[in-house]
């Protein structure tokens, strides 16, 4: 009689704890928040990461490149890179003069918890490799 109910309790036991791991999980997603992130560089340059709230499901990361330097010269080009430094995924967006306004956003939909992210402003002065490139790196958000 032992015998059959020790399988039993042992079921009914893993199948708890299973269910108290899926309800701690769902919580952790759902209150997921960030730490860090902002803008940086000067206000000709700027690299920005921020979480912009979405409803309620933890946010997204948005990332900014903005540049408004005309005396760059019609050479200059730039664009805006996102990171994930946990992994090393990145993405990339267009190369843009820099002697004209830029504005340019990425937005990374369901990011990953315990994650870091940044933004990178690349700046190519003579607009064809990194050779004299300037880097502009917004600080870490940690999601």
């Known amino acids: 009689m032992i015998l059959r109910a020790l399988p039993r309790a042992a079921a009914s036991a893993l199948t708890a704890l299973s269910l108290a791991g ?4 769902g919580t952790a997603g759902s209150a997921a928040a960030a730490d860090g992130g902002g803008c ?3 206000a000709s340059r700027q690299a920005c990461v921020s979480l912009i709230d979405d409803g309620g499901r933890g946010g997204d990361i948005l990332f900014e ?10 050479d200059c080009r730039m664009r805006l890179v996102a990171f994930d430094d946990t992994t090393g995924w990145q993405w990339e967006r267009e ?3 820099c002697d004209r306004p830029v504005d340019q956003h990425y937005t990374l939909p ?20 990194f050779e004299f490139a300037q880097f502009v790196k917004s600080p870490v958000l940690t999601y």
């Open 22 to 25: 899926a309800a701690l999980a």
């Open 110 to 129: 369901n990011p990953t918890a315990g994650h870091r992210y940044r933004a990178e402003v690349q700046i190519l002065p003579n607009g064809k490799n």
């Open 95 to 97: 190369l843009r003069r």
């Open 40 to 42: 940086t560089g000067p």
């Open 65 to 74: 490149g903005r540049s408004d330097w005309p005396e760059a010269g019609d």
